[in-house]
Nanobody
């Protein structure tokens, strides 16, 4: 499975960005996809996840109400719509895929290359 993330960039505080992550290869082995982020000098942290089978979604408290994870089944793509962005959202965002939608990075088998999101104040 290969994951290709895109959509990062520079945005002012309060602005919006949409990240995309397209899966290819043996996608039948994917049952969940998620987004994680890592800011400079910090640990990688969970942002959002989506169960491919049930459609259930999960969010970190820090992004609830501002970020939305969604999917396009036909394109095997997951999106992260990020609104009301804050400077503390600045990080490299990684998409991940695995067998179950959980908050733990270790549970995901496949990772994208990361896309940088920078929010200026």
């Amino acid at each position: 499975v290969q994951l290709q993330a895109s959509g990062g960039g520079l945005v002012q505080a309060g602005g919006s960005l949409r990240l995309s992550c397209a899966a290819s290869g043996r996608t039948s082995s994917i049952y969940a996809m998620g987004w994680f982020r890592q800011a400079p000098g910090k640990e990688r942290e969970f942002v959002a996840a989506l169960s491919w089978t049930s459609g259930s979604t999960y969010y970190a408290d820090s992004v609830k109400g501002r970020f939305t994870i969604s999917r396009d089944n036909a394109k095997k793509t997951v999106y992260l719509q990020m609104n009301s962005l804050k400077p503390e959202d600045t990080a490299v965002y990684y998409c991940a895929a695995g067998p179950i939608a959980v908050l733990t990075a270790a549970a995901y088998d496949y990772w994208g290359q990361g896309t940088l999101v920078t929010v200026s104040s």
